[in-house]
């Protein structure tokens, strides 16, 4: 009877170190996942950060819109229709954010009615390949491509005063293309007050320079003089003396 009553108390208090055991267990697993799954977010978060480092984050602003989109085909045949035309010195299709832009390059001795001529030309050339109702045209509230056609003489010597360049473009929002000649400027008198403003401060900055320069030209010419002077009296000084130790 005693021995049952050992055994039961045996087998009692090896219960409740089993039942201590798991919960000491349970509590010591559910304390490491708390530590753990922080560090470990925070692991996850900083080695995509470091991954992403130097890769731009892009979007899409345009999604839903360009439909239909201008296709790579398409374009190169406008590259190719424009180059064939007359008086087409040199040109370029480029798509830029959603915008084509056209640039050709007339002859160097055209005035402003032939160049916007020309642009007038270029554009009707890209529409007939893109219909500019399709393309070029907002429908529905859905965003589509802007166009422009860029139509400039003296491309090497933008300076001259025979240089002309004209812009004619199109917004998807617009019913019809605008010219602009914007080697004009709207304001002539404006824009040479202001080229006169430049030319002035040029000047007023090249003489300050020379001022400078000449400022630091004397101070250096009357250091070496004297420098001069005091290596003279030395010299003097050096004479004087051994005459003074043969008088004694």
Request: proline share 3%.
């Given at each position: 009877?005693?021995?049952?009553?050992?055994?039961?108390?045996?087998?009692?208090?090896?219960?409740?170190?089993?039942?201590?055991?798991?919960?000491?267990?349970?509590?010591?697993?559910?304390?490491?996942?708390?530590?753990?799954?922080?560090?470990?977010?925070?692991?996850?978060?900083?080695?995509?950060?470091?991954?992403?480092?130097?890769?731009?984050?892009?979007?899409?602003?345009?999604?839903?819109?360009?439909?239909?989109?201008?296709?790579?085909?398409?374009?190169?045949?406008?590259?190719?229709?424009?180059?064939?035309?007359?008086?087409?010195?040199?040109?370029?299709?480029?798509?830029?954010?959603?915008?084509?832009?056209?640039?050709?390059?007339?002859?160097?001795?055209?005035?402003?009615?032939?160049?916007?001529?020309?642009?007038?030309?270029?554009?009707?050339?890209?529409?007939?390949i893109l219909d500019?109702?399709?393309?070029?045209?907002?429908?529905?509230?859905?965003?589509?491509?802007?166009?422009?056609?860029?139509?400039?003489?003296?491309?090497?010597?933008?300076?001259?005063?025979?240089?002309?360049?004209?812009?004619?473009?199109?917004?998807?929002?617009?019913?019809?293309?605008?010219?602009?000649?914007?080697?004009?400027?709207?304001?002539?008198?404006?824009?040479?007050?202001?080229?006169?403003?430049?030319?002035?401060?040029?000047?007023?900055?090249?003489e300050a320079r020379?001022?400078?320069?000449?400022?630091?030209?004397?101070?250096?010419?009357?250091?070496?003089?004297?420098?001069?002077?005091?290596?003279?009296?030395?010299?003097?000084?050096?004479?004087?003396?051994?005459?003074?130790?043969?008088?004694?």
């Amino acid at each position: 009877m005693a021995n049952d009553k050992v055994k039961s108390a045996a087998r009692k208090k090896a219960a409740g170190k089993k039942r201590n055991l798991h919960t000491t267990g349970f509590i010591f697993w559910i304390c490491a996942i708390l530590i753990v799954a922080p560090i470990a977010v925070l692991g996850w978060i900083l080695l995509s950060s470091a991954m992403d480092t130097g890769s731009p984050v892009l979007g899409n602003r345009y999604e839903g819109d360009l439909d239909p989109a201008i296709t790579k085909e398409q374009m190169t045949e406008i590259e190719n229709a424009v180059a064939s035309l007359g008086d087409v010195e040199n040109s370029s299709v480029q798509m830029v954010t959603a915008t084509m832009r056209v640039y050709a390059d007339v002859p160097d001795d055209w005035g402003v009615d032939a160049v916007r001529a020309k642009a007038d030309e270029i554009y009707s050339t890209v529409t007939s390949i893109l219909d500019p109702a399709v393309y070029f045209t907002q429908t529905d509230g859905r965003k589509m491509y802007d166009i422009e056609i860029h139509v400039y003489n003296l491309a090497a010597d933008r300076e001259s005063d025979a240089f002309v360049y004209v812009i004619e473009n199109k917004t998807s929002s617009m019913g019809s293309p605008i010219a602009s000649v914007v080697s004009e400027p709207l304001d002539a008198e404006l824009a040479q007050r202001l080229r006169d403003d430049v030319e002035a401060r040029k000047a007023a900055e090249e003489e300050a320079r020379l001022a400078e320069e000449a400022e630091a030209a004397d101070a250096a010419e009357a250091e070496a003089a004297g420098e001069g002077e005091g290596e003279a009296e030395g010299a003097e000084n050096a004479e004087e003396a051994p005459e003074e130790n043969t008088e004694g």
